[in-house]
């Protein structure tokens, strides 16, 4: 397999391997190995969530509501604060 990137995401690399002493194989082999752990958890979480709505035990909130809520308890925050 082979990958190809930029010149400032290869110079990026280039330097973390310097710094720490480790092929560069082996950082993005870690990289795509974390990144790739990491999706599946979300996987399993957006799964159980899912599910969760599909059987009623999680009502959804409407995006529009949820950030109304996030801005008033913002605002509310930073009035108390003055």
Known sequence: MEVHFTR???????????????????LVQDVVE???DELAEVRVMLDHRYNDIKNGEVEPVDGDEAFARLRQRSEARRNSRA
Not at 8 to 26: I, Q, S
Request: aromatic share 4%; charged share 40%; hydrophobic share 35%.
């Open 8 to 26: 400032e995401l290869e110079a990026r690399l280039d330097e973390l391997a310097a710094h720490t002493g480790r092929a560069k194989d082996e």
């Open 34 to 36: 974390s990144y790739l």
